[in-house]
């Protein structure tokens, strides 16, 4: 009886062991995600534990120049030298004030995407959570300070709401290869030429005055088979411009442009005479495209162009006005730009976000020397003579421009923006570039803001903006 007990006693042990092992591993398989966690501003985050390499305290990162303002350097990680981002700037969220003391370190998260690595500071480092992948919800824009492109979403952990980044997308490109680029001008340069309209049968029986008469006609006029010839040449020189457009001056003809580069197409047929529309090398390109370019581009304003834009600007009473100037060029335009707007926002603060590829012309645009001849126009009030006698802007208007070396199809991550000023450079971009760079139009501008693109450019229908004309100028607000 006394070993029946014992043996009943064992079995109901293993049973319970065997229940306990089994709900130890249901629990275990629910942790099937697992986040490092950390703070910015007060909130908690969370990024994949995948993406994290180590974490780690270091401070003194060596500087860059002409990278954008949330690139605090470079640093030295064990002899790999990776980029430092603040993801505070990164997300326009306050940072408290750096001092300059060697001795200060930041937190860091030492990320890995695809065969990347970078260096990420942040406020504070918490701890490695595990929580269920069921669990995490849909992202949701009142959860975080930050766009809502760049959270994956967001999860309950330990009685605390973390808001969970999308590295992958913060620090992945978003443009496509170069074929995928060219889509657009490749799909219009193989279309097929339609088939020619079949000629009508004539009847079999017909008197001579009728006949003269036919062949008079004729003579006079040419056939449908003739003008269906004529029409399928003049349809593939047009797919041949496009093309060349792209190839010498990286213009890509989409909906945003294709009315002025069918209207310009008839005139240059006109001016070049039969067999000689083809554009044969850049000389070509820049001709045809010489009466494309917007009043001032590459120059100085006159005061009629300044004035057309002073009367385009909205009326704003907002203590600090954020403008987005991409393809600046030499600084011509981000500098009278910056003059007209101190004009319409006298007690306004201003950010002019000035950007362009072309790291010469970005680098000498706080240099840019002002003729006499502009000194005594409309930008006389915005100058000031140094002791050499040249003019330059005074320190207002230069504080109000920030020059960058950036391409606008990549990531911008810039503060709601209360005007976009980007005159003909979506043009010169691939479709997939304009269509990037659109979207980040909607995205980045305010409810009440402006966009203001090249002369003879039309945002398409269906990009979410609505076109109206203001004095001599067309502008864009977003579709309420």
Known sequence: MEEKTIQDRLKNAFAVAEAAAVNTRGSLSVVDFRMVSFSLSGKDYGVDIMHVREIAKAGQFTYVPNTLPFVLGVYNLRGDIIPIIDLRLFFNIPVPERTDKKDKLESLLILSVGEQTFGVVVDKIDKVLGVQKSKIQPPHPLFGDINIKYISGIVEAEKRLYILLDVARIFNSRIGDEEKDRTYAKQVFESPVPDAVPQLRTPARKNAADAMNDRAAAAAKPSASQRQSSSDTSAQDLKFIIESLRTYRKFTVTPLNEQWVNARFDSWKEERGKGKSQLQNENDADLFLSLFWSPGTGAWW???????????????????????????????????????????????????????????????APLVSIPNAVASDWYAPFLSKKANGDYTFTQDVKDSIMFEYHDCQHTNPLPAIDIIFARDVLSLLPQSGQETVIADFDEKLKANGIVIVGENETLPAGSGFVEKTIGALKVYTKNK
Do not use: F, H
């Open 302 to 364: 006159t005061k009629a162009y300044a004035d057309a834009v002073y009367k385009a600007l909205p009326d704003n009473t907002a203590k600090q006005i954020c403008v987005w100037n991409p393809g600046c060029g030499k600084g011509m335009e981000s500098y009278s730009l910056a003059c007209v707007l101190r004009k319409k926002y006298p007690s306004a603060r201003l950010r002019i976000y000035a950007q362009d590829i072309d790291l010469l012309s970005v680098s000498n």
